[in-house]
Protein backbone atom coordinates (compact mmCIF):
# COMPACT_ATOMS: atom_id res chain seq x y z
CA UNK A 1 0.00 0.00 0.00
CA UNK A 2 1.27 3.05 -0.75
CA UNK A 3 -1.43 5.46 0.42
CA UNK A 4 -3.36 6.21 3.69
CA UNK A 5 -6.00 4.14 3.98
CA UNK A 6 -9.88 5.46 2.53
CA UNK A 7 -11.41 7.93 4.08
CA UNK A 8 -8.22 8.69 6.18
CA UNK A 9 -6.41 12.17 6.67
CA UNK A 10 -3.54 13.87 7.80
CA UNK A 11 -3.84 17.76 8.67
CA UNK A 12 -0.63 19.38 7.54
CA UNK A 13 -0.87 21.36 11.12
CA UNK A 14 -1.54 17.76 13.06
CA UNK A 15 1.84 17.88 13.70
CA UNK A 16 4.54 14.97 14.04
CA UNK A 17 2.09 12.75 15.42
CA UNK A 18 -1.13 13.07 13.55
CA UNK A 19 -0.10 9.94 10.91
CA UNK A 20 -0.28 7.61 13.65
CA UNK A 21 -3.23 9.10 15.16
CA UNK A 22 -4.75 9.11 11.70
CA UNK A 23 -4.18 5.61 10.92
CA UNK A 24 -5.20 4.65 15.03
CA UNK A 25 -9.00 6.01 14.30
CA UNK A 26 -8.63 3.59 11.16
CA UNK A 27 -7.75 0.12 13.77
CA UNK A 28 -4.56 0.11 12.47
CA UNK A 29 -2.20 -0.76 15.31
CA UNK A 30 0.70 -1.11 16.14
CA UNK A 31 2.19 1.26 13.59
CA UNK A 32 6.18 1.16 13.03
CA UNK A 33 8.09 3.68 12.16
CA UNK A 34 12.01 2.58 9.82
CA UNK A 35 14.60 4.85 9.18
CA UNK A 36 18.37 4.71 8.05
CA UNK A 37 21.60 6.59 8.60
CA UNK A 38 24.53 6.57 6.61
CA UNK A 39 23.05 5.73 3.35
CA UNK A 40 25.55 9.02 1.97
CA UNK A 41 29.04 8.44 4.07
CA UNK A 42 31.51 6.62 2.28
CA UNK A 43 32.85 4.93 5.54
CA UNK A 44 31.55 2.83 8.23
CA UNK A 45 28.75 0.58 8.47
CA UNK A 46 24.91 1.50 7.39
CA UNK A 47 22.53 1.31 10.16
CA UNK A 48 18.49 0.81 10.34
CA UNK A 49 16.12 1.51 13.43
CA UNK A 50 12.84 0.84 13.80
CA UNK A 51 10.10 1.74 16.06
CA UNK A 52 6.44 1.35 17.48
CA UNK A 53 5.59 4.08 20.04
CA UNK A 54 2.76 3.47 22.19
CA UNK A 55 -0.20 5.76 22.01
CA UNK A 56 -1.26 8.60 23.72
CA UNK A 57 1.10 10.67 26.29
CA UNK A 58 3.53 7.79 27.21
CA UNK A 59 4.00 7.83 23.30
CA UNK A 60 4.91 11.16 23.36
CA UNK A 61 9.35 11.93 23.37
CA UNK A 62 9.90 15.39 24.64
CA UNK A 63 11.84 17.36 21.67
CA UNK A 64 11.43 14.26 19.26
CA UNK A 65 12.10 15.75 15.62
CA UNK A 66 14.44 14.00 12.32
CA UNK A 67 17.49 12.93 13.75
CA UNK A 68 19.19 15.68 11.35
CA UNK A 69 17.82 18.40 13.08
CA UNK A 70 19.15 17.53 16.61
CA UNK A 71 22.11 18.10 18.45
CA UNK A 72 23.85 15.32 19.58
CA UNK A 73 23.19 15.50 23.28
CA UNK A 74 19.46 16.34 22.26
CA UNK A 75 19.63 12.64 20.55
CA UNK A 76 21.24 11.46 23.08
CA UNK A 77 18.40 12.11 25.41
CA UNK A 78 15.64 11.03 22.70
CA UNK A 79 16.94 8.24 22.24
CA UNK A 80 16.87 7.52 26.25
CA UNK A 81 13.17 8.07 25.98
CA UNK A 82 12.38 5.95 23.13
CA UNK A 83 14.13 3.00 23.80
CA UNK A 84 12.35 3.21 27.05
CA UNK A 85 9.12 4.33 26.25
CA UNK A 86 8.59 2.23 22.36
CA UNK A 87 6.36 -0.48 22.40
CA UNK A 88 9.36 -2.39 20.35
CA UNK A 89 12.18 -1.27 19.12
CA UNK A 90 15.20 -2.57 17.24
CA UNK A 91 18.45 -1.85 15.15
CA UNK A 92 20.16 -3.36 12.42
CA UNK A 93 23.60 -3.07 11.27
CA UNK A 94 24.97 -3.39 7.95
CA UNK A 95 28.75 -4.01 7.38
CA UNK A 96 30.46 -1.56 4.53
CA UNK A 97 31.45 -4.76 3.24
CA UNK A 98 27.90 -5.78 2.86
CA UNK A 99 27.39 -1.96 1.53
CA UNK A 100 30.06 -3.05 -0.84
CA UNK A 101 28.51 -6.58 -2.05
CA UNK A 102 24.83 -5.32 -2.40
CA UNK A 103 25.75 -1.81 -3.45
CA UNK A 104 23.80 0.98 -1.45
CA UNK A 105 20.28 1.10 -2.74
CA UNK A 106 20.23 -2.87 -2.21
CA UNK A 107 21.57 -2.68 1.10
CA UNK A 108 19.56 0.04 2.33
CA UNK A 109 16.28 -1.68 1.47
CA UNK A 110 17.79 -4.78 3.29
CA UNK A 111 18.54 -2.71 6.16
CA UNK A 112 15.20 -1.43 6.58
CA UNK A 113 13.40 -5.08 5.88
CA UNK A 114 15.63 -6.66 8.52
CA UNK A 115 15.22 -3.57 11.17
CA UNK A 116 10.92 -3.97 10.82
CA UNK A 117 11.55 -7.83 11.22
CA UNK A 118 13.60 -7.55 14.17
CA UNK A 119 10.92 -5.76 15.90
CA UNK A 120 9.69 -8.11 18.55
CA UNK A 121 6.10 -6.81 18.55
CA UNK A 122 4.79 -6.96 14.63
CA UNK A 123 3.35 -4.14 12.87
CA UNK A 124 0.43 -3.72 11.65
CA UNK A 125 1.34 -0.42 9.36
CA UNK A 126 4.56 0.55 8.39
CA UNK A 127 5.91 4.33 7.97
CA UNK A 128 8.79 4.41 5.64
CA UNK A 129 10.99 7.66 5.16
CA UNK A 130 10.85 9.08 1.19
CA UNK A 131 10.25 5.80 -0.82
CA UNK A 132 8.11 2.51 -0.14
CA UNK A 133 9.72 -0.39 0.43
CA UNK A 134 8.59 -3.52 -0.29
CA UNK A 135 9.06 -7.02 1.71
CA UNK A 136 8.00 -5.48 5.16
CA UNK A 137 5.37 -8.20 5.91
CA UNK A 138 2.71 -5.28 6.56
CA UNK A 139 1.13 -2.79 4.83
CA UNK A 140 2.76 1.06 5.02
CA UNK A 141 3.06 4.30 3.50
CA UNK A 142 5.85 5.91 2.15
CA UNK A 143 6.31 9.46 3.71
CA UNK A 144 7.69 12.83 2.07
CA UNK A 145 10.18 13.74 4.81
CA UNK A 146 9.14 11.26 7.23
CA UNK A 147 11.74 11.43 9.71
CA UNK A 148 10.43 15.05 9.99
CA UNK A 149 6.60 14.55 10.06
CA UNK A 150 6.44 11.29 11.40
CA UNK A 151 7.05 10.60 15.21
CA UNK A 152 8.03 6.63 14.58
CA UNK A 153 9.69 7.78 11.72
CA UNK A 154 11.61 10.11 13.84
CA UNK A 155 12.31 7.84 16.42
CA UNK A 156 13.49 4.93 13.96
CA UNK A 157 16.12 7.78 12.36
CA UNK A 158 17.07 8.50 16.22
CA UNK A 159 17.87 4.47 17.06
CA UNK A 160 19.83 4.76 13.62
CA UNK A 161 21.81 7.96 14.09
CA UNK A 162 22.60 7.71 17.52
CA UNK A 163 24.14 3.97 17.25
CA UNK A 164 25.80 4.56 13.95
CA UNK A 165 27.50 7.36 15.73
CA UNK A 166 28.57 5.99 18.69
CA UNK A 167 30.47 3.22 16.23
CA UNK A 168 32.17 5.87 14.27
CA UNK A 169 33.58 7.21 17.79
CA UNK A 170 34.92 3.71 18.09
CA UNK A 171 36.44 3.32 14.24
CA UNK A 172 37.86 7.08 14.91
CA UNK A 173 40.07 5.18 18.02
CA UNK A 174 41.14 2.62 15.21
CA UNK A 175 41.75 5.38 12.39
CA UNK A 176 42.14 8.85 14.17
CA UNK A 177 44.09 9.93 10.91
CA UNK A 178 40.69 10.26 9.37
CA UNK A 179 38.75 12.11 12.04
CA UNK A 180 35.50 10.17 11.96
CA UNK A 181 34.47 11.35 15.18
CA UNK A 182 33.55 14.58 13.66
CA UNK A 183 32.29 14.15 10.22
CA UNK A 184 31.05 9.96 10.82
CA UNK A 185 32.37 9.11 7.23
CA UNK A 186 30.88 11.62 5.19
CA UNK A 187 32.74 13.47 2.94
CA UNK A 188 34.08 16.95 4.42
CA UNK A 189 37.31 19.19 3.50
CA UNK A 190 39.04 17.15 6.27
CA UNK A 191 37.83 13.73 5.16
CA UNK A 192 39.27 14.33 1.81
CA UNK A 193 42.69 15.58 2.72
CA UNK A 194 42.61 12.60 4.78
CA UNK A 195 41.85 10.35 1.87
CA UNK A 196 44.13 12.09 -0.70
CA UNK A 197 46.92 11.98 2.31
CA UNK A 198 46.65 8.40 3.22
CA UNK A 199 44.43 6.34 0.81
CA UNK A 200 41.59 4.64 1.83
CA UNK A 201 41.45 2.14 5.35
CA UNK A 202 39.67 -0.92 5.70
CA UNK A 203 36.45 0.80 6.87
CA UNK A 204 35.74 2.66 3.79
CA UNK A 205 32.95 1.67 1.05
CA UNK A 206 35.20 0.73 -2.19
CA UNK A 207 31.80 1.53 -4.47
CA UNK A 208 32.37 5.27 -3.68
CA UNK A 209 34.38 6.68 -6.74
CA UNK A 210 36.15 8.84 -4.00
CA UNK A 211 37.29 5.88 -2.04
CA UNK A 212 38.18 4.24 -5.68
CA UNK A 213 40.32 7.34 -6.71
CA UNK A 214 41.92 7.60 -3.37
CA UNK A 215 43.04 4.26 -3.59
CA UNK A 216 43.70 4.67 -7.29
CA UNK A 217 41.52 2.50 -8.67
CA UNK A 218 39.73 5.10 -10.93
CA UNK A 219 41.28 7.80 -13.05
CA UNK A 220 41.72 11.15 -11.22
CA UNK A 221 38.88 13.81 -12.71
CA UNK A 222 40.82 16.40 -15.77
CA UNK A 223 41.32 20.06 -14.26
CA UNK A 224 38.24 21.49 -15.41
CA UNK A 225 36.06 18.74 -13.32
CA UNK A 226 38.77 19.18 -10.62
CA UNK A 227 37.86 23.03 -10.73
CA UNK A 228 33.86 22.45 -10.99
CA UNK A 229 34.34 20.09 -7.53
CA UNK A 230 36.24 22.63 -5.82
CA UNK A 231 33.20 24.87 -7.11
CA UNK A 232 30.91 23.14 -5.60
CA UNK A 233 32.09 22.62 -2.23
Known amino acids: MSTLPRGAT ?9 YERALRRHGLEPIAGVDEAGRGACAGPLVAGAAILPAGKAGIIPGLADSKLLTAAARERCYAQIVRRAVAWSVV ?3 HE ?5 GMHVANVEALRRAVAKLSVPP ?14 APGLAVWKGDRVA ?8 LAKVTRDRMMLEVDEQWPAYDFKTHKGYITATHSAALEQHGPCPVHRMRFVNVRRAAGLEPLPDAAEAAGLESEM
Open 124 to 137: SYVLTDGFPVDGLG
Open 151 to 158: ACVAAASV
Open 93 to 95: VIS
Open 10 to 18: VRRDAGIYG
Open 98 to 102: ECDRL
